[in-house]
């Protein structure tokens, strides 16, 4: 089961759907309906689950049907974040059948991917019940789609990392390397950053997360450490940072990565590599 989500305001979402609409429609539009359907003909349909997991992205998929035809008309119960079973009825859909079928594509395009992205979060979220850790994304997103994807995650129960490079400070490894060391990377940030602004650091060694803490840093990720490493980085943190564990975390891997103690654990592939959820558009007889 996700988690409802606050949903996301027309003017954040209306770009995307437009850009994705016009991408399909080209420079002549549908040749296909437009010379086998009859102008004027009304029909309804049904978008349905064909598969169990978790619905994200139907405010998009009603945005594509009505910047087709005003006229058509989206009706249903459902929500995003709503568990979904097989065969089950998300929303109907009711209006003049050329643009049904002109908008069906972009419809479940984004219905698929982003109920795709909440589904695998919701698995994992699930996985690691019990315990401390929230599952967060991260910034390997799909370009353009980031504010919609990351809301797929919180739809799923998950987090959002940062949404780009603007509104926190994450010092990778290459940063560490240019700037001479742990202590020299987060001085320079710390003389830089706003009061507003998180600092967070990438180590892998435990003299390097030593470090990072005597330097004041307020998160510390933790990339690529064993299960043992990240129990006694946990521990040697002590709450005086946030601890976030990352590096090819899978759903088998993730309750052991929880159990450790990690207050985050981000998973890039949530976003880049879930896979379809399949949900089709059926035409009611």
Same mark, same amino acid.
């Given at each position: ?95 003049? @059948? $050329? /643009? #049904?079928?002109? !908008?069906?594509?972009? %419809?479940?395009?984004?219905? &698929? +991917? *982003?109920?795709? =992205? ?60 240019? @700037? $001479? /060391? #742990?202590?020299? !990377?987060l001085q320079r %940030?710390?003389?830089?950053? &706003? +009061? *507003?602004?998180? =600092? ?40 005086r940072a946030i ?43």
């Amino acid at each position: 089961m996700g988690t409802t989500p606050t949903p996301l305001r027309r003017i954040l979402i209306e770009p995307l759907v437009r850009a994705a609409l016009l991408e399909d429609l080209g420079r002549a539009g549908d040749l296909t309906t437009d010379a086998i359907v009859p102008s004027g003909l009304m029909t309804h349909a049904a978008l349905v689950a064909r598969q169990s997991g978790v619905l994200a992205g139907l405010d998009l998929a009603k945005l594509a049907f009505e910047l087709i035809d005003p006229k058509i008309v989206v009706d249903g119960e459902e929500h995003d974040g709503v568990a979904l079973a097989p065969g089950q009825v998300i929303a109907k859909v009711r209006g003049p @059948a $050329g /643009g #049904i079928l002109t !908008a069906e594509r972009t %419809a479940l395009n984004f219905l &698929g +991917h *982003l109920s795709g =992205i909440a589904s695998v979060t919701a698995s994992i979220v699930a996985a690691v019940q019990g315990t401390k850790a929230q599952i967060v994304c991260t910034r390997k997103t799909t370009p353009g789609l980031r504010t919609v994807e990351k809301y797929a995650v919180r739809a799923g129960g998950g987090g959002n990392h940062r949404f780009g490079l603007d509104d926190a400070i994450l010092i990778k490894d290459n940063h560490v390397a240019i @700037a $001479g /060391g #742990i202590r020299q !990377a987060l001085q320079r %940030a710390r003389a830089a950053a &706003g +009061h *507003l602004v998180k =600092i967070e650091i990438e180590v892998d060694r435990l003299d390097q997360l030593n470090e990072a803490l005597a330097e004041g840093a307020d998160a510390v990720l933790l990339d690529n450490m064993s299960l043992e490493m990240l129990a006694e980085a946990v521990g040697i943190v002590a709450g005086r940072a946030i601890t976030e564990a990352s590096g090819r975390v899978t759903p088998a891997s993730a309750p052991a990565i929880a159990a450790t103690g990690v207050d985050l654990i981000s998973i890039g592939w949530l976003t880049h590599s879930a896979p379809v959820l399949d949900i089709g558009l059926d035409f009611e007889a």
